[in-house]
């Protein structure tokens, strides 16, 4: 999701254009790159939904196949109703109006709603195998207790039938957006929650993200046929028209969301990707023609965004990809992304490029976003800044350079909580924000300042090839790393993550001796690294020396000559080594000389 922070950052589809081919997308492999005993449950939708454009409400049908491929035996289920987030009272709405930094989005909107303006999903019949089963609506969750237990590997079925009202647009989904967008309907349809090694993840929608089951989907959406539809899924042939209304088919394989947005004055267009998937994009024919002309232009920019995040994080594995006029910003979900469409062509650029490269690092290997957030959004962050700076000819020397800058703000604010705080429980949005936007994209480059940056390619390549549809948790990249560069990296995860402590290293002072220098270190921060060293002699010359963090068991590999001194153990708060000259001979000595260390403090970096 491409969020503004406070200091940094500032389906449709015209049927004669759509493409009906399934792509087969490999499911996960217990057996593949994973441990022993690895498994996580499935779940195929099958959807008839009936639209009233007029009121805004509409009918839904849904069958649901659930397989337990857990060792457990559940005797409840759960699902997400987050329409129901929509309401005056709600978590949602009382959690925006008494943070001390509300989402400028939402603020007390929720509040104000009347009724035909709020959301909701309402269950108007639940069956397991053909009979009733208990359920109860709490908020935006639907618990049900089961008739008969579903023991491991069972397949059971569940029928729905219900009813719903799309919100007037405040966060994410609904209705008339501030671009007149009529409908961006995301988080739309009784979602079953995920249920893993940790058990139910059936947590309330106050704000944050979202965790889902992987399956196929099946959607039959009937609308007025004067609408253009865009999103998930592949449209079927042989839509129907009746009454002023068409039924349109999708089957989406192997996602774990299903979203759409529709609206009567979409332009539709599309690009192919070498190689590549279909490209499809909506945007309003209201906008003036300098915007459209951007959205234009946007387009071979996004090939050329596909393109590189396919190589260097692993192949897009479905065969379509939207970029859709619609939503509160920008936003990503299974083929497709809503952003608000009346921007720069730079900001168009920069938000599409946010949201595709969350395709990978969300919608293939799908961590926990209500956990791990940094995970999602700092990777995404981290890749995204170098895509734009290679398709967008930024010539940046740093791409990285304000997420930086964000943590250390952070850090030295007093408002910063560890990266393992729930993303609903931060105290303030702006802390939630550049902890998992810039603090999670510094994790990712000053990684590789660790391990150097060709073991931070391989890492990443391969933390995606192993990882791609398992639900990666934060051990998992900190492993590819470890494989891919033979060193312990337990340290890093756990102070980087775990921890607020933060890294401060000095150059304490330089005595000489028979000239020979002695030069003191001196760690001031409780987070432990290795130390990449310059000296520069008076002479012009200089000199490179790298000193291994004992706890790493190891050394990154060199990329220029340097001197590798002795380990240093963390315990240890001073660190001395000679030079064999004179001191009068040394122009300068800095620490970490490129920046890569993510020091919050760096006046005394240099001596």
Same mark, same amino acid.
């Given at each position: 999701?491409?969020?503004?922070?406070?200091?940094?950052?500032?389906?449709?589809?015209?049927?004669?254009?759509?493409?009906?081919?399934?792509?087969?997308?490999?499911?996960?492999?217990?057996? /593949?790159?994973? $441990?022993?005993?690895?498994?996580?449950?499935?779940?195929?939708?099958?959807?008839? #939904? /009936?639209?009233?454009?007029?009121?805004?409400?509409?009918?839904?049908?849904?069958?649901?196949?659930?397989?337990?491929?857990?060792?457990?035996?559940?005797?409840?289920?759960?699902?997400?109703?987050?329409?129901?987030?929509?309401?005056?009272?709600?978590?949602?709405?009382?959690?925006?109006?008494?943070?001390?930094?509300?989402?400028?989005?939402?603020?007390?909107?929720?509040?104000?709603?009347?009724?035909?303006?709020?959301?909701?999903?309402?269950?108007?019949?639940?069956?397991?195998?053909?009979?009733?089963?208990?359920?109860?609506?709490?908020?935006?969750?639907?618990?049900?207790?089961?008739?008969?237990?579903?023991?491991?590997?069972?397949?059971?079925?569940?029928?729905?039938?219900?009813?719903?009202?799309?919100?007037?647009?405040?966060?994410?989904?609904?209705?008339?957006?501030?671009?007149?967008?009529?409908?961006?309907?995301?988080?739309?349809?009784?979602?079953?929650?995920?249920?893993?090694?940790?058990?139910?993840?059936? %947590?309330?929608?106050?704000?944050?993200?979202?965790?889902?089951?992987?399956?196929?989907?099946?959607?039959?959406?009937?609308?007025?046929?004067?609408?253009?539809?865009?999103?998930?899924?592949?449209?079927?042939?042989?839509?129907?028209?009746?009454?002023?209304?068409?039924?349109?088919?999708?089957?989406?394989?192997?996602?774990?969301?299903?979203?759409?947005?529709?609206?009567?004055?979409?332009?539709?267009?599309?690009?192919?990707?070498?190689?590549?998937?279909?490209? =499809?994009? !909506?945007?309003?024919?209201?906008?003036?023609?300098?915007?459209?002309?951007?959205?234009?232009?946007?387009?071979?920019?996004?090939?050329?965004?596909?393109?590189?995040?396919?190589?260097?994080?692993?192949?897009?594995?479905?065969?379509?990809?939207?970029?859709?006029?619609?939503?509160?910003?920008?936003?990503?979900?299974?083929?497709?992304?809503?952003?608000?469409?009346?921007?720069?062509?730079?900001?168009?650029?920069?938000?599409?490029?946010?949201?595709?490269?969350?395709?990978?690092?969300?919608?293939?290997?799908?961590?926990?976003?209500?956990? =791990?957030?940094?995970?999602?959004?700092?990777?995404?962050? !981290?890749?995204?800044?170098?895509?734009?700076?290679?398709?967008?000819?930024?010539?940046?020397?740093?791409?990285?350079?304000?997420?930086?800058?964000?943590?250390?703000?952070?850090?030295?604010?007093?408002?910063?909580?560890?990266?393992?705080?729930?993303?609903?429980?931060?105290?303030?949005?702006?802390?939630?924000?550049?902890?998992?936007?810039?603090?999670?994209?510094?994790?990712?480059?000053?990684?590789?300042?660790?391990?150097?940056?060709?073991?931070?390619?391989?890492?990443?390549?391969?933390?995606?090839? /192993?990882?791609?549809?398992? =639900?990666?948790? $934060?051990?998992?990249?900190?492993?590819?790393?470890?494989?891919?560069?033979?060193?312990?990296? %337990?340290?890093?995860?756990?102070?980087?993550?775990?921890?607020?402590?933060?890294?401060?290293?000095?150059?304490?002072? #330089?005595?000489?001796?028979?000239?020979?220098?002695?030069?003191?270190?001196?760690?001031?921060?409780?987070? $432990?690294?290795?130390?990449?060293?310059?000296?520069?002699?008076?002479?012009?010359?200089?000199?490179?020396?790298?000193?291994?963090?004992?706890?790493?068991?190891?050394?990154?590999?060199?990329?220029?000559?340097?001197?590798?001194?002795?380990?240093?153990?963390?315990?240890?708060?001073?660190?001395?080594?000679?030079?064999?000259?004179?001191?009068?001979?040394?122009?300068?000595?800095?620490?970490?000389?490129?920046?890569?260390?993510?020091?919050?403090?760096?006046?005394?970096?240099?001596?």
């Amino acid at each position: 999701m491409k969020l503004k922070l406070f200091i940094l950052l500032g389906l449709s589809v015209l049927l004669s254009c759509n493409s009906s081919k399934r792509t087969v997308v490999s499911a996960p492999d217990s057996s /593949d790159n994973n $441990p022993s005993g690895y498994w996580q449950q499935h779940v195929d939708y099958t959807m008839e #939904i /009936d639209f009233d454009v007029k009121t805004s409400q509409y009918k839904g049908k849904q069958t649901i196949v659930y397989t337990n491929n857990s060792p457990d035996t559940l005797d409840n289920v759960f699902y997400h109703l987050y329409f129901n987030a929509f309401q005056p009272g709600s978590e949602m709405d009382v959690r925006s109006r008494t943070i001390a930094d509300p989402d400028a989005r939402v603020k007390d909107r929720i509040s104000k709603l009347r009724p035909n303006e709020i959301g909701y999903i309402k269950v108007n019949s639940l069956k397991q195998n053909g009979q009733p089963v208990s359920n109860e609506t709490v908020g935006t969750v639907l618990e049900v207790k089961l008739n008969s237990p579903i023991k491991p590997g069972e397949k059971v079925t569940f029928d729905m039938e219900f009813d719903a009202q799309v919100p007037l647009q405040i966060r994410r989904s609904g209705r008339d957006n501030k671009e007149g967008v009529a409908l961006s309907m995301t988080q739309w349809y009784p979602k079953l929650a995920e249920y893993d090694f940790e058990g139910w993840h059936a %947590d309330p929608y106050i704000g944050r993200e979202f965790h889902g089951v992987w399956g196929d989907f099946n959607v039959k959406l009937t609308i007025d046929e004067d609408y253009v539809v865009g999103g998930t899924g592949y449209l079927q042939p042989g839509s129907e028209i009746k009454n002023g209304k068409k039924t349109l088919h999708y089957k989406a394989p192997n996602v774990h969301d299903f979203t759409w947005a529709a609206d009567p004055d979409y332009i539709h267009d599309t690009m192919q990707v070498p190689d590549g998937p279909l490209l =499809h994009f !909506y945007y309003k024919n209201t906008l003036d023609d300098e915007k459209k002309g951007f959205w234009k232009e946007l387009q071979p920019k996004t090939v050329e965004l596909m393109q590189y995040f396919s190589e260097h994080i692993g192949k897009y594995p479905y065969e379509q990809y939207s970029v859709i006029q619609g939503g509160d910003g920008g936003m990503e979900y299974a083929m497709c992304t809503l952003i608000t469409g009346n921007r720069s062509f730079g900001s168009l650029v920069g938000v599409t490029s946010h949201e595709l490269a969350h395709t990978w690092f969300q919608f293939v290997l799908a961590t926990n976003e209500a956990k =791990h957030e940094w995970m999602d959004e700092g990777f995404t962050s !981290y890749i995204s800044s170098l895509a734009m700076n290679e398709v967008m000819s930024q010539n940046k020397v740093f791409p990285h350079e304000n997420s930086y800058k964000g943590y250390v703000y952070l850090a030295k604010s007093g408002k910063e909580q560890p990266q393992s705080t729930h993303a609903d429980r931060y105290e303030f949005n702006q802390a939630y924000g550049i902890s998992a936007y810039s603090k999670g994209a510094v994790f990712l480059s000053q990684l590789g300042y660790i391990i150097g940056e060709e073991n931070l390619r391989k890492t990443i390549k391969r933390y995606y090839k /192993d990882y791609a549809f398992k =639900h990666p948790v $934060p051990n998992d990249i900190k492993r590819s790393a470890e494989k891919v560069s033979g060193l312990e990296l %337990d340290w890093y995860l756990t102070d980087w993550t775990q921890t607020t402590n933060t890294i401060d290293y000095g150059v304490k002072e #330089i005595v000489e001796n028979n000239n020979i220098s002695s030069v003191t270190l001196e760690r001031i921060g409780l987070m $432990p690294m290795p130390i990449d060293l310059e000296v520069e002699f008076n002479d012009g010359t200089s000199q490179l020396f790298y000193i291994p963090l004992q706890i790493m068991r190891g050394e990154k590999p060199g990329t220029s000559p340097r001197t590798v001194l002795n380990d240093w153990a963390w315990a240890y708060p001073t660190y001395t080594f000679s030079i064999n000259r004179p001191k009068s001979d040394i122009k300068s000595i800095t620490i970490d000389p490129k920046g890569l260390m993510a020091d919050i403090n760096k006046d005394n970096n240099k001596l």
